[in-house]
């Protein structure tokens, strides 16, 4: 993986996590495609199709979201709870096919980057065992808690899976305070729990980092992890130039850098994103009016935000400019689409 330093517009998530919590999120009687437009991540048929990563900034909107809907704190270990080790891709195949619990948490930390580029793993070894902690390239931001407990809940199914037992043993910190939802942690765990911690750590005793894996296969784990040697050496070359430009518009609502700016962002000159984007079939200023006009439409039909409102959070000094580009959009006024969606 490109270890450039990275920012909450890097894309940094494996869009798999996200389409499972937009089931969860419907389950709950949640407006899925609502949520995913005020996060600015599209519709439900734009995510189902997308293999591209996802930034860290569209999907902390996209969390958020989902929690106000569902009024429900323990939303990320739930999801955790659920995610399938199909869900993990190449790397839960390694991972279960391992020869032991040990051999299966190295083939974590070597490839979860493939699946969260913000994330890096470390097992170190302790006077009893060893310590499996999670670091963090750069605050998450508003999502944290929620990514930390999805998290929390994944490895520890992810550990469950390999051995065939619970990990009672397993002591755990987490990087959160004790939440109102404790509870629904002591259903499925109960090893010892130290909250408030500064990351995310599993320490598991030797005996289990000894425990054979109970679908151990030599073969399919040099398979898996070939395949995950593959991914890692193309990842940085997977996502286009549009979309790039597309996640940084995305993550600066209402301060849109200008074409030297975004330029400089990506560490090239102005001509050569020109050229880049041309080369797509696209342009900066095509990508500018698309992110404006796609939310300019959202908060129309989704806020009771005034005209006005919107222009200033899509960086329009003069409503009547805004005004007359969202006319030449959609063929009609913000106020007439408003008062079409009311009907």
């Not at 450039?4 to 894309?11: E, K």
């Not at 808690?145 to 065939?164: I, K, P, Q, S, Y």
């Not at 054979?212 to 992890?225: G, L, S």
Request: aromatic share 8%.
């Amino acid at each position: 993986m490109n270890d450039i330093a990275p920012t909450l517009d890097t894309p940094a998530v494996h869009p798999t996590y996200l389409k499972l919590l937009c089931m969860m999120l419907r389950n709950h009687g949640g407006d899925v495609d609502g949520a995913l437009a005020a996060a600015g991540l599209g519709s439900w048929k734009e995510l189902a199709s997308r293999e591209a990563l996802v930034p860290q900034r569209a999907v902390n909107r996209f969390v958020l979201e989902c929690l106000r809907i569902t009024v429900r704190g323990s939303m990320g270990f739930e999801v955790g709870t659920t995610i399938q080790i199909s869900s993990h891709g190449p790397m839960g195949y390694a991972v279960v096919a391992s020869k032991d619990l040990r051999q299966a948490l190295e083939t974590v930390a070597r490839y979860v980057p493939l699946r969260h580029g913000l994330l890096r793993i470390r097992l170190r070894g302790t006077a009893d065992g060893a310590a499996f902690e999670v670091f963090e390239r750069l605050d998450m931001g508003e999502s944290r808690d929620f990514v930390h407990a999805v998290l929390f809940a994944t490895f520890l199914r992810l550990m469950e899976a390999v051995v065939g037992q619970p990990m009672d043993t397993v002591a755990v910190d987490l990087p959160f305070a004790e939440p109102a939802w404790r509870g629904e942690i002591d259903k499925v765990f109960r090893g010892r729990i130290r909250f408030a911690a500064q990351r995310l750590v599993f320490y598991i005793p030797q005996d289990l980092l000894q425990q054979p894996c109970i679908t151990a296969d030599q073969q399919a784990h040099e398979k898996a992890c070939l395949e995950c040697e593959h991914l890692l050496s193309r990842a940085a070359v997977t996502t286009t130039m549009a979309q790039r430009v597309r996640e940084l518009l995305a993550g600066r609502e209402g301060h849109y850098p200008k074409l030297s700016a975004a330029a400089a962002y990506f560490s090239m000159s102005s001509s050569t994103l020109i050229r880049r984007l041309k080369e797509e079939g696209s342009s900066f200023q095509e990508l500018l009016d698309d992110t404006r006009r796609a939310r300019a439409h959202w908060y129309l039909t989704h806020t009771q935000l005034t005209v006005e409102d919107i222009a200033a959070r899509l960086g329009y000094v003069d409503t009547t400019n805004f005004s007359r580009t969202f006319r030449r959009w959609y063929g009609a006024t913000p106020s007439e689409v408003r008062k079409a969606q009311a009907r």
